[in-house]
């Protein structure tokens, strides 16, 4: 917690300005006083959360009430000592006898007000221009993102011609494992001839040993 003094100058006296700045206060539970001087100006003395006062110098600096026009605003922060329970008014808050110089003051500060007002919705409407042409933008890149897709398409049907290919050499795999099988039946085949040769080759070597063995018996 802590306390501040706060000085403000600008029309701002009789103009609801106090009811304004206590309705704020009560709203962040902050308490204290708001008085007129006789300089024309105001002073606050409040306290409450840091953070808070800020805010409540931030929102009648920026955000004043209709008819009050605020110039400058000083600031001064001391310990707090827990002087008050709520916020208070001190002094008048309107006047109680309008003159016409108060009329054309009112008036005066209305077109003040009026003229930032129109400028405000000046730079809304540039921006609601400026957001516009950028979506056109936006719109512009999406044509390209388009275009982008149909090459996306050509790649497509070059992938399927590659699956062509692939079908192509599935076809030559079949064949040539046909063949494989071709090839492992002949060496089973030569393997079987082999055997067959070595087996007249043994028979033939048993018909010379028997023939030999005849001649040796055959008288002179």
Known sequence: MIRANISITGDVQTVGFQTFVKNLADSLQITGCIKNLD???????????????????????????????????????????????????LGDDVPKKATLGDLLGVMKNFDTKAEKLVQILSDMNNTLKDVKDDTSQI????????????????????????????????????????????????????LDLRMKYDQLSDDVAEIKIAISGLGTGVPA
Do not use: W
């Not at 306290?47 to 955000?63: A, D, M, P, V, Y």
């Not at 390209?144 to 399927?160: E, F, G």
């Open 39 to 89: 300089d024309s100006s105001v002073v606050v003395v409040c306290e409450g959360e840091k953070g808070s006062i800020e805010q409540l110098i931030g929102e009648t600096t920026e955000n004043p009430p209709s008819f009050a026009n605020v110039e400058d605003v000083s600031v001064e922060y001391v310990d707090y000592i827990g002087e008050f329970d709520s916020f208070e008014r």
């Open 139 to 190: 719109k512009v890149d999406t044509s390209q993102i388009k275009v982008d897709t149909s090459q996306i398409k050509v790649d497509t049907s070059q992938i399927k011609v590659d699956t062509s290919q692939i079908k192509e050499i599935k076809e030559n795999t079949v064949i040539m494992k046909d063949k494989l099988i071709s090839l492992e039946e002949i060496h089973k085949e030569m």
